[in-house]
T-cell receptor
């Protein structure tokens, strides 16, 4: 079936450090991939997306590349800020899943000054 | 600012109460969703409405009753809830039959059952 495996947290980084959160997927159809971010007390916000192989999604300094050969969609940021502290969810949907999204378990990131 | 609006933001209710959660979107989306989210966990899908018809019910107990009065509104009626139902309830919307489109989430209703 369709699923997402996400790097376990929590992750604690110093400000300006490099961030990588790993995400791999299994899909029976042709997936679209997403990263969502959830700040404390809020809902999920779309951070970036990629809809076909080799696409790179980017937003707010975050990037992720859709790698079909490794079935991965790792999230990266070159220099994190305290304001990036949040929970990050990788997600996928495919033409076979109807309107369903499959979410990873989430990775909690804390950035310390 | 989120484009999906949920009310109330917080709700405390007893196990014998009846209450409703409301969700509204004006993005023209024809698919709407209810999720339940426990702390530090991913959202769990409860219900999906597509073109105002219930298309997915993920074996949710009957004490949760969804309703989609029109293409912009989604309600979740609550009755005789249990303490384990305390959670953040998220509403989302998207274009149905468009797998490349993201779901847009509201900020949720934080529900506490006494």
């Amino acid at each position: 079936g369709d699923s997402v495996t996400q790097m376990e947290g929590p992750v604690t980084l110093s400000e300006e450090a490099f961030l990588t959160i790993n995400c791999t997927y299994t899909a029976t159809g042709y997936p679209s991939l997403f990263w969502y971010v959830q700040y404390p007390g809020e809902g999920l916000q779309l951070l970036l997306k990629a809809t076909k192989a080799d696409d790179k999604g980017s937003n707010k300094g975050f990037e992720a590349t859709y790698r079909k050969e490794t079935t991965s969609f790792h999230l990266e940021k070159g220099s994190v800020q305290v304001s990036d502290s949040a929970v990050y969810f990788c997600a996928l949907t495919t033409s076979n899943t109807g309107n369903q999204f499959y979410f990873g378990t989430g990775t909690s990131l804390t950035v310390i000054p | 600012d989120t484009e999906v609006t949920q009310t109330p933001k917080h709700l405390v209710m007893g196990m014998t109460n009846k209450k409703s959660l409301k969700c509204e979107q004006h993005m023209g989306h024809r698919a709407m969703y209810w999720y339940k989210q426990k702390a530090k966990k991913p959202p769990e899908l409860m219900f999906v409405y597509s073109y105002e018809k219930l298309s997915i019910n993920e074996s949710v107990p009957s004490r949760f009753s969804p309703e989609c009065p029109n293409s912009s509104l989604l309600n979740l009626h609550l009755h005789a809830l249990q303490p384990e139902d305390s959670a953040l309830y998220l509403c989302a919307s998207s274009q149905p039959d468009s797998p490349h489109q993201p779901q847009h989430f509201g900020d949720g209703t934080r529900l506490s059952i006494l």
